[in-house]
């Protein structure tokens, strides 16, 4: 008898992770359904509960996210609409259908104070409304499941959508000189190593019905780097020969509060299931290869 293929759906197809693990993955091992906000808009309950009723899925991708931390401060009930109603839909609809609900959480929901890599544990104290609404939609997960994966990680990037790595490179063909923070330290992370880890963990729940695997992780590539340690290191892989000035959070003009150091602990899936991230310089390598 042939083994039955894991039902995944994607709901938030079209972001950055959505696109990375369609590129990414073998559909012949997970029988994976693709939603983004125009097929199933995770803000109307009643789609979403009645798309989970018509059909059986035994995990939820939700790649599905409002993520512009600078216009969350002036638009927050559409912030809000996704981060937390939207999620709030999705973990009730998972619940009733028993359906084990993956969800991608921020960096942000810490206030950058602590010196040392964040534990899942650490306090969260998120700075911005970006960071208020992922923490209330990691809220709401607890509250209704106990069957859940809650993975925070930062500073996505990915050959799709907008995100940093397309942003300098597009910035290096202009004349201007590049200016880059210097004061906010994090970790890269390469969707297509999130996307590993994901199915990775599927496997596990997969191969280990009795055990509980279920709770929150931290997953970004390993080291740290500032924003210019990693616009530098951008251009350098691009080899492209550009000058690129270090300046202070307070130069940049930024209404929004970021935190000044958000890099996550990886020990628990270290420890766990001995699980090693890439460095963040050889992962940014690949991206250009």
């Not at 991608?104 to 409304?129: A, W």
């Not at 590539?221 to 350098?236: M, S």
């Amino acid at each position: 008898m042939t083994k039955r293929h894991p039902r995944i759906l994607v709901t938030g197809a079209e972001s950055q992770l959505g696109k990375s693990l369609r590129m990414h993955c073998n559909q012949n091992q997970y029988d994976i359904t693709y939603k983004s906000r125009y097929t199933l808009d995770i803000t109307n309950k009643k789609a979403v509960k009645d798309f989970f009723k018509e059909h059986h899925f035994d995990y939820c991708f939700n790649f599905a996210a409002y993520t512009n931390v600078n216009q969350a401060e002036t638009d927050k009930k559409a912030c809000f609409d996704v981060n937390v109603k939207g999620v709030a839909n999705l973990a009730k609809a998972a619940k009733k259908n028993e359906v084990v609900l993956f969800h991608i959480s921020t960096d942000y929901v810490f206030d950058g104070k602590k010196n040392k890599p964040y534990k899942e544990d650490d306090k969260p104290n998120p700075l911005n409304i970006y960071g208020e609404s992922k923490l209330m939609g990691e809220q709401i997960i607890e509250q209704y499941l106990k069957n859940y994966v809650i993975i925070r990680t930062s500073w996505l990037y990915s050959k799709f959508n907008n995100n940093f790595v397309k942003t300098v490179l597009n910035l290096s063909k202009t004349n201007r000189k590049l200016k880059l923070v210097n004061d906010q330290t994090g970790t890269p992370t390469y969707a297509m190593d999130l996307i590993d880890f994901l199915l990775f963990m599927v496997n596990i729940i997969e191969q280990n019905p009795k055990k509980n695997y279920f709770g929150t992780y931290h997953f970004s590539n390993k080291g740290k780097a500032t924003w210019y340690e990693f616009g530098k290191r951008i251009l350098k892989y691009a080899a492209i020969d550009k000058q690129i000035k270090p300046i202070d959070t307070a130069r940049f003009n930024s209404a929004v509060k970021r935190p000044a150091y958000s890099v996550l602990s990886k020990k628990k899936i270290e420890n766990l299931f001995d699980y090693q991230p890439r460095k963040w310089q050889e992962a940014l390598k690949d991206f250009f290869e």
